[in-house]
């Protein structure tokens, strides 16, 4: 008995793992109506530069002819690893999720988008919380670049993952203003970056948009 239960125990610590990166990869409002208030500026950027793939669980030129088994394996070890480094589960299925890409390469990328804009915000595009965060800076009549982290998936993971290791928080909306990151729709990562909702309730939100220059 205690052999068979060592056995199954990584079958089902994969098997557990693909269900969650399932469900994360696919959101489960993927399918929500979008909407946007007309005539809104928004800017919507491309990658400025192809980052390497990671194609999900699927195979891809970087995994050849690897089974679902392999590829998941693999993710599985990204999983652990990034467990071993210190990062929470969520954080660290976003690095699982993502696969294998050059760390300094996505970080530049990330910081051409927030460096392109006095607001930019990293988001998907059916994602709720990310629909509130557009509302909140259309109603302050702010001028921002929204950045899809799901149009590629293969792009946008590794920017999600290497955005989680920057700011210590992986959820989206990633909202920075000025080049600073101030959380995202309704929490953040600390004091100084404690999401839209609390900065308009504490008034500070138009202040931080005028003072970046994102205000129209």
Known sequence: MVMAASVSCPL???????????????PCDAFAPSTSRPGAFKVVLEPPS??????????????GD?????????????FQGARSDGYDFKQSTAIAIAGAYDADEVRGTIR???????????????????????????????????????????????????????????????????GEYVGGFDAGAGEDSPGLMEMAFKGTLREKLRDAGALQ
């Open 12 to 26: 089902a610590c994969l098997a557990c793992l693909a269900f969650l990166i399932l469900n994360l990869w696919l």
């Open 66 to 78: 690897a089974s679902f088994v392999e590829n998941l394996t693999r993710r599985y070890e990204l």
């Open 112 to 178: 051409k988008y927030v460096d392109s804009a006095p607001c930019v915000m990293f988001t998907w595009e059916n994602s709720p919380a990310c629909k509130k965060a557009v509302k909140y800076l259309d109603v302050a009549g702010a001028s921002y670049a929204n950045v899809r982290l799901d149009d590629p998936w293969d792009e946008g993971n590794p920017i999600r993952a290497e955005l989680g290791k920057m700011v210590g928080r992986s959820s989206v909306p990633c909202v920075f203003v000025g």
């Open 50 to 63: 192809p980052l390497p793939s990671s194609s999900g669980l699927s195979a891809s030129a970087t995994d």
